[in-house]
Every structure is written in C-alpha cells, then in structure tokens.
C-alpha cells in the first residue's frame, strides 16, 4: 500500500518537482501573462475566483504546501489517528462548521503548522485582519479537508496527488476576487 509518506513528489527535495509542478498549474488555470505576475482563473470545489501571482510566489506556495503536508505526516505519525480526529468533530458538532473546522485544528496542530500558515500568507501577500478573519480560516479548511483525507491512508497515488494540489488552489485563493459570471 502506498501511503503519502511515500509518495515521491513530497520526498524529494528536487526543484525539478516544483517547476513540474507550476508548469501544471499554469497549464491548468493560467489565463493571462502579465508582466509582473500570472493571471489564475481557479476552480476549488464550487467555487470560482481570479488571483494572480508571479512564478517566485506560486514556487512559495507549492513548497509551503508540500512542507504543510509533510508536517501533517509528522503529526499523523506522533500517534493522530482518524478516530482521535473523528472524536475531535464530534466533540463540536454543537458549535456550526467553522467552529468544528477551527477547534479541531487546534486539537491536531503544530507550533510547525501555525508558522507555515503565516509563511504561506507572506507568498500570497495578505496580512492583519483579512488574514485573520478570511484567509487563515480558508487556509485552515483546506487543511483540515486534506488531514481528513490523509487520515483515510488510501493506496492511489492520484489521491496524493489531489491532496497536494487541493492544498496549493486553496492557498491561491486567500488573496482572491471572486470570479463573477
């Protein structure tokens, strides 16, 4: 069974990954070349939104969220199990989504994890309150889904895959517009 911990992409240090990588998500969503940044039309779940950033920040963005996901390896392999994380929701089902998402992470996170939070945010240039209150939280639910996932330790490398990029088109959407139709 291959596990995450296994996968390749997230084992090598290789630069090679990483270009490999922004050349996938600029074929993917890219839709404009500007001078000083690439315009992203996104797609994350049912949700549309415009951003642009320029190569060095999108090579940030990739790094931080495969050292994110190594760091839920770690967290997972100190003994987080899916039903530690199962009772860590149904400890707060009473309190809405959001707050279930926000407790649960606080049950399962890392000095680590909260860092590379604030490391992300620099790459996608947000700050002060709409961190706070718009961008981490996203950031943090993204996160969530992708422990969710890892927890279910499935043997498809696509799986792995999808978690790593799920995680990069959620940190490309902190610093967003909305795409309107």
């Known amino acids: 069974m291959l596990k995450i911990k296994d996968f390749d992409l997230l084992n090598s240090g290789d630069l090679d990954n990483v270009e490999a990588i ?8 890219a839709k404009e070349e ?3 940044a690439t315009i992203y039309d996104v797609t994350l779940q049912d949700s549309k939104y415009i951003c642009a950033y320029t190569d ?9 969220s495969i050292d994110i996901i190594r760091e839920l390896i770690s967290i997972e392999a100190n003994g987080f199990t899916k039903q ?3 009772e860590a929701i149904q400890n707060e089902e009473k309190r809405g ?21 604030i490391k992300m945010a620099a790459y ?12 981490r939280p ?11 996932v890892m927890l279910d330790d499935s043997d498809d490398e696509d799986i792995w895959f999808s978690c790593l990029y799920f995680m990069i088109r959620g ?11």
Do not use: C, P, W
């Open 22 to 29: 922004l050349k996938r998500v600029k074929h993917d969503f």
């Open 34 to 36: 500007k001078e000083d």
């Open 56 to 64: 060095d920040e999108m090579r940030g963005i990739i790094t931080t």
């Open 84 to 86: 530690r994380f199962k």
């Open 97 to 117: 989504e959001i707050m279930q998402v926000l407790s649960t992470y606080n049950d399962f996170k890392t000095q680590e994890l909260d860092e590379m939070t």
């Open 124 to 135: 996608v240039r947000v700050g002060g309150a709409y961190l706070a209150f718009i961008s």
């Open 138 to 148: 996203l950031l943090i639910d993204v996160i969530f889904g992708v422990f969710e």
């Open 171 to 181: 940190a490309m959407k902190m610093h967003s517009s909305e795409e309107q139709s």
